[in-house]
């Protein structure tokens, strides 16, 4: 069993939903994101993704694509971002899911990603635009070394792709919450719950909810229906708006708190099955 699926193994026996924080390698720059992935480890974070910058994020909303934008701008490279996490993995025991494009892994090479991620204790990874018919050889790479490969479903996914994308999957799924970029909402979308459920009927692994959920009650209300809830572009505002403040990491810190505030049981309890082989 990977530690990913160790977590949630736990997190169903304590009856509690999973906190999944995202913030951007390099934003504002990596002796801070080295700081902050530790705070959130302290804040409660189940697992934690790692957002490696890419310039052409065309499924993240304007404040993560500003992020990405200050480290690149910085010259943060893959390379260092694994090392930033070598560094981390000494002080915290909080799963990693490395979170990107195709792009910047293809250029870095698939088998000598997988060998130095895993080497700096990554635990998962995830492109956004990776699609199902092309993953096997990446799937393949990963295994060897132990990493589970997340694949995201949308609301216009159809019934058949998330057959395929069960397949190819490990770890977890991400449900995005609604169809668009990433952003946070005032409101939970309709769609989240039908998709989770929808994943749930052809998969037995655990469903994780982002996009748009940015406050305590968005992370409870996901908690009734999936098994986790990931918070993005909340948490890179926070960072954003705090930039240049000595007490940054820890008013991040601070935020990530009061998502867990009060901290929740899940309301759902029922063991998902695989319902289709195809």
């Given at each position: 069993m990977s530690r990913i699926r160790d977590?949630?193994?736990?997190?169903k026996r304590s009856s509690r939903g999973g906190f999944i924080p995202f913030i951007t390698a390099g934003d504002p720059?990596?002796?801070t994101t080295e700081l902050l992935l530790i705070e959130l480890a302290a804040a409660g974070a189940d697992i934690i993704e790692l957002g490696v910058p890419f310039s052409d994020p065309i499924a993240d909303?304007?404040?993560?694509?500003?992020?990405s934008e200050r480290a690149l701008q910085k010259r943060v490279t893959l390379s260092e971002i694994l090392k930033c996490i070598s560094?981390?993995?000494?002080?915290?025991?909080?799963?990693?899911?490395?979170?990107?494009?195709?792009?910047?892994?293809?250029?870095?090479?698939?088998?000598?990603?997988a060998e130095k991620a895993a080497q700096a204790g990554v635990d998962a990874v995830l492109m956004t635009d990776l699609i199902p018919e092309e993953a096997e050889a990446w799937t393949a790479?990963?295994?060897?070394?132990?990493?589970?490969?997340?694949?995201?479903?949308?609301?216009?996914?159809?019934?058949?792709?998330?057959?395929?994308?069960?397949?190819?999957?490990?770890?977890?799924i991400y449900?995005?919450?609604?169809?668009?970029?990433?952003?946070?909402?005032?409101?939970?979308?309709?769609?989240?719950e039908s998709l989770v459920k929808r994943v749930q009927a052809v998969s037995d692994l655990p469903v994780a909810v982002g996009f748009g959920i940015s406050t305590a009650e968005h992370v409870r209300q996901v908690w009734s229906f999936a098994d986790a809830a990931?918070?993005?572009?909340?948490?890179?505002?926070?960072?954003?708006?705090?930039?240049?403040?000595?007490?940054?990491?820890?008013?991040?810190?601070?935020?990530?708190?009061?998502?867990?505030?009060?901290?929740?049981?899940?309301?759902h309890d029922s063991q998902p099955s695989k319902a289709m082989d195809s």
């Open positions: 977590t949630f193994a736990q997190l720059d990596l002796v909303g304007e404040v993560i694509q500003r992020a560094n981390v993995k000494k002080h915290i025991d909080v799963p990693i899911v490395l979170f990107s494009y195709l792009n910047p892994f293809l250029k870095f090479g698939k088998d000598l990603l790479a990963f295994q060897k070394h132990g990493l589970d490969l997340i694949f995201l479903a949308a609301p216009t996914t159809s019934n058949e792709r998330l057959a395929r994308i069960a397949q190819q999957a490990s770890g977890f449900a995005v919450s609604r169809a668009g970029v990433t952003g946070a909402r005032d409101e939970m979308p309709r769609d989240a990931v918070i993005g572009s909340a948490i890179v505002r926070q960072v954003e708006n705090l930039a240049g403040s000595p007490d940054l990491v820890a008013r991040v810190g601070g935020f990530a708190r009061s998502l867990l505030e009060p901290k929740s049981v899940r309301h």
